[in-house]
T-cell receptor, first 116, second 111 residues
Framework: GAVVSQHPSRVICKSGTSVKIECRSL??????MFWYRQFPKKSLMLMAT?????????EQGVEKDKFLINHASLTLSTLTVTSAHPEDSSFYIC????????????FGPGTRLTVT | QKEVEQDPGPLSVPEGAIVSLNCTYS??????FMWYRQYSRKGPELLMY????GNKEDGRFTAQVDKSSKYISLFIRDSQPSDSATYLC???????????FGTGTKLQVIP
């Protein structure tokens, strides 16, 4: 099956700093990548959709200036949490979609962000 | 009303039992239905997908979709401790449409 990697798996940062999370599709070209937040006992919350070479589309209520998304190639998307605050602590998961099977999303292993 | 409803559980069953996991939905436009398995502190893994109504079987797993009732199910036969995870249903209206996820049902299979 398709493999998506995410790095780092866990990061702790101080309040006010920025953190970058990478998402890579390892064995397929991902025309579209998604970024989610997941809270305990809650469903995956879609933050934004990014298409290679174009600006990300953010969901309502998600601050695009705070969560910067770049999808510079067909295999890499990055999420940068700028000026992080403790309330940004969460599990961030990316997923990628293959153009051949667009209804299937392949998820990365997630990144646990803790802001102190 | 949420678009997708899923009982969060937890659901505890003895090893070897048949497990039934379910979701209901309200959006009649949904055509593709997926089940994901998520182990603790990991990303979801696609288990099965079904297009429109009907059944689909893959080993010990069977997915059922009843569009008339807006109800989908995942059955796990001969459940194993390794099946212990959270199972999320997901659905979308079309290949390039937004996917909506359920909250997930936590399953524990007791040896």
């Amino acid at each position: 099956g398709a493999v998506v990697s995410q790095h780092p798996s866990r990061v702790i940062c101080k309040s006010g700093t920025s953190v970058k999370i990478e998402c890579r599709s390892l064995d397929f070209q991902a025309t579209t990548m998604f970024w989610y937040r997941q809270f305990p006992k809650k469903s995956l919350m879609l933050m934004a959709t990014s298409n290679e070479g174009s600006k990300a589309t953010y969901e309502q209520g998600v601050e695009k200036d705070k969560f910067l998304i770049n999808h510079a190639s067909l295999t890499l998307s990055t999420l940068t949490v700028t000026s992080a605050h403790p309330e940004d602590s969460s599990f961030y998961i990316c997923s990628a979609r293959d153009s051949l099977t667009p209804y299937e999303q392949y998820f990365g292993p997630g990144t646990r962000l803790t802001v102190t | 009303q949420k678009e997708v409803e899923q009982d969060p559980g937890p659901l505890s069953v003895p090893e070897g039992a048949i497990v039934s996991l379910n979701c209901t939905y309200s959006n009649s436009a949904f055509q593709y239905f997926m089940w994901y398995r998520q182990y603790s502190r990991k990303g979801p893994e696609l288990l099965m997908y079904t297009y429109s109504s009907g059944n689909k079987e893959d080993g010990r797993f069977t997915a059922q979709v009843d569009k008339s009732s807006k109800y989908i199910s995942l059955f796990i036969r001969d459940s194993q401790p390794s099946d212990s995870a959270t199972y999320l249903c997901a659905m979308t209206a079309g290949g390039y449409q937004k996917v909506t996820f359920g909250t997930g049902t936590k399953l524990q299979v007791i040896p």
